[in-house]
Structures are given as structure tokens and as C-alpha cells.
């Protein structure tokens, strides 16, 4: 995902009240790992996911 804001992301831990902060939350816990690198104008966020392991869609 790209961002044009230079700051990096961080893992913050909602509250239950909190109505935002969840987003890299839910990708850390979906994901194998994850992180993010500068680019020229702002940051790339990138996540990687084993879908050997990934849960099987709804049927």
C-alpha cells in the first residue's frame, strides 16, 4: 500500500473505544511479516502471507 507520509507505521494496540489504530493491527496478525520502505515521495507498506496457511474462504 502506498502512503505519501514520510513516517513509518507502528504497531499500536487499540482500546475497545478507539475508532481507528486497527489497520496494522489486523495486517500484523493476518501476515507472515510485514514492514515498510521510503520511496521517493512517501512510503510503501508491504505485507507478506503464506497462503499454505491461510484459512479457507466462507462457504
Known sequence: M???DVSYPRL???RTT????RDLSL???LSGRWGA????DGKVV???I???SAP???T
Open 27 to 29: 495486517v500484523s496478525q
Open 37 to 40: 520502505r521510503s520511496v521517493s
Open 12 to 14: 499500536r494496540h487499540a
Open 50 to 52: 503464506n497462503l499454505d
Open 18 to 21: 478507539d475508532e481507528n489504530s
Open 56 to 58: 479457507s474462504p466462507a
Open 46 to 48: 508491504w505485507a507478506e
Open 2 to 4: 502506498f502512503d505519501s
